[in-house]
C-alpha cells in the first residue's frame, strides 16, 4: 500500500505565493507519476499538474501553466507545488495523488490509485 500525505496549504492574499508539499511511503515501484488535483466548492475534480517520477516530465492545465511549477525530490519521496501569482480562483482543496501504471493520462483522475487528504487553499482578494 502506498500513502501520499499533503501539506502546506493556508490562506493568502491574491498575487502571493505558497508551496504545496506530497510525502509518499509504502511500497517502493520502479517507475509511478504523481499528479496534483483541487476541488473548488460545487465543483468537480480538477487537474492540475502532474510528472512522472522517472523522467522528470511535467504537465500543467492551462489555467496554471507559467504561474505553477511541479517538481520533486527523489531522496525524500516527496513531490512539491510552488503556487505563485496566486488568484481568487486558485482557492480550493488542493490533493496529491499517485500511480504506479505509467504512461497514464496524467489530467484524469481516474489514472491514478492513492490519494492523499487534501489540503485547503484559500486566496483573498
Known amino acids: 500500500q502506498v500513502q501520499v500525505v499533503e501539506s502546506g496549504g493556508g490562506l493568502v492574499q491574491a498575487g502571493g505565493s505558497l508551496r504545496l508539499s506530497c510525502a509518499a511511503s509504502?511500497?517502493?515501484?520502479?517507475?509511478?507519476?504523481m499528479g496534483w488535483f483541487r476541488q473548488a466548492p460545487g465543483k468537480g475534480r480538477e487537474f492540475v499538474a502532474a510528472?512522472?517520477?522517472?523522467?522528470?516530465?511535467?504537465y500543467y492545465a492551462n489555467s496554471v501553466q507559467g504561474r505553477f511549477t511541479v517538481s520533486r525530490d527523489n531522496a525524500k519521496n516527496t513531490m512539491y507545488l510552488r503556487m505563485n501569482n496566486l488568484k481568487p480562483e486558485d482557492t480550493a482543496v488542493y490533493y496529491c495523488?499517485?500511480?504506479?501504471?505509467?504512461?497514464?493520462?496524467?489530467?484524469?483522475?481516474?489514472?491514478?490509485?492513492?490519494w492523499g487528504q487534501g489540503t485547503q487553499v484559500t486566496v483573498s482578494s
Open positions: 495523488a499517485a500511480t504506479e501504471n505509467v504512461p497514464w493520462t496524467y489530467s484524469d483522475y481516474v489514472a491514478y490509485d492513492y
Open positions: 509504502g511500497r517502493t515501484f520502479s517507475s509511478y507519476a
Open positions: 510528472i512522472n517520477w522517472s523522467r522528470g516530465n511535467t
